[in-house]
């Protein structure tokens, strides 16, 4: 059941991400194309709304870069090492990198918080509300990556060291 999830999880990620980007490029190309064909129609917040879509499939992208074992690594350092103390290293890392994830989406909510406290806007014409268009993309990115986590510790896999499966009880 869990490796279903998974893989649903992916696939809409996936989607969410390209259309994210596909929405970026097509808003950066307009904005420009209308800038050069017709300045009088030209709008300034273009590129600003790009940059948007753009953070959104970064922050996004980063629970599928730890689905595919692409993430945060110590690859290096673990393979010169003898199995029981990979395995600890291996362990740590993930503790330290999962530590590190909950502070993230913690400060992540406090800026958007404080963002939306502050009514901060974008500069342009848009008037964007910044704390929904820039600020909430971290916490949101973070628990995606905390939920992915999770999923694959209950799937027996170790997050952070490659994707690789927990050993089993007597190794």
């Given at each position: 059941?869990?490796?279903?999830?998974?893989?649903?999880?992916?696939?809409?990620?996936?989607?969410?991400?390209?259309?994210?980007?596909?929405?970026?490029?097509a808003?950066?190309?307009?904005?420009?194309?209308?800038?050069?064909?017709?300045?009088?129609?030209?709008?300034?917040?273009?590129?600003?709304?790009?940059?948007?879509?753009?953070?959104?499939?970064?922050?996004?992208?980063?629970?599928?870069?730890?689905?595919?074992?692409?993430?945060?690594?110590?690859?290096?350092?673990?393979?010169?090492?003898?199995?029981?103390?990979?395995?600890?290293?291996?362990?740590?890392?993930?503790?330290?990198?999962?530590?590190?994830?909950?502070?993230?989406?913690?400060?992540?909510?406090?800026?958007?918080?404080?963002?939306?406290?502050?009514d901060?806007?974008?500069?342009?014409?848009?008037?964007?509300?910044?704390?929904?268009?820039?600020?909430?993309?971290?916490?949101?990115?973070?628990?995606?990556?905390?939920?992915?986590?999770?999923?694959?510790?209950?799937?027996?896999?170790?997050?952070f060291?490659?994707?690789?499966?927990?050993?089993?009880?007597?190794?």
């Amino acid at each position: 059941m869990i490796p279903r999830i998974l893989e649903i999880w992916t696939r809409v990620e996936t989607v969410l991400i390209g259309l994210a980007i596909l929405a970026a490029l097509a808003i950066f190309l307009g904005g420009g194309l209308v800038r050069i064909l017709a300045p009088a129609y030209a709008v300034d917040w273009a590129v600003e709304v790009a940059l948007y879509f753009i953070i959104w499939a970064t922050v996004l992208s980063g629970s599928s870069l730890v689905a595919e074992g692409r993430h945060i690594r110590t690859e290096i350092v673990v393979a010169n090492l003898p199995p029981r103390a990979a395995n600890l290293l291996g362990w740590a890392m993930t503790a330290l990198s999962t530590g590190f994830i909950v502070a993230m989406l913690v400060y992540g909510w406090q800026a958007f918080q404080f963002a939306l406290l502050l009514d901060e806007r974008s500069a342009s014409s848009l008037r964007a509300q910044q704390g929904y268009a820039v600020f909430l993309a971290l916490p949101v990115g973070m628990a995606l990556i905390l939920g992915r986590v999770g999923l694959m510790l209950l799937d027996g896999q170790r997050p952070f060291t490659g994707g690789t499966t927990l050993p089993e009880r007597g190794e």
